[in-house]
């Protein structure tokens, strides 16, 4: 996969390393302020689903470099692993993100507050948004800091 002769890979990974700490970060606020859960549902869940399909994009075209130029196998071992395991986080972050905009409700942009709804399982999910946010940002670091061992060797 190529665009315009350059590897869609490393142009794709920088959707997932823009995206991915924005919708981190949008799952933390949408868990810890309250008052912005009515702003930031849709947010929220568009940054994961975005950075999701960025992830698949990003893996499909690594393979497919990997594909191309078989002689760098065995300096790309580690970070085909770290983004394989960012690909698994990305997709659970979708189904976390969509769980916490089901369950957290928060007050709405409503000025009598209809609309608004809390569940039982307010806690959990801002415990599950949080772990979910964190551990998205800690593997597209492994994942890019693997990426840029094997581009750099530094």
Known sequence: MELNGVPLHPLVVHAVVVLGPLGALTGLAYAFVPRWRWLLRWPLV?????????TLVAVAA????????????????????DGELLRLWALGYVAVAGFAAWALGGTSA???????RETRLGIPAMLLLAVGAVGLVVTIYLAGDSGAQAVWGA
């Open 46 to 54: 568009v940054l994961a689903v975005a950075t999701a399909v960025a």
């Open 62 to 81: 690594g393979e497919d470099l990997l594909a191309a130029r078989p002689e760098l196998a065995p300096i790309v071992a580690e970070h085909e692993e």
């Open 110 to 116: 409503l000025a009598s507050g209809r609309g608004a």
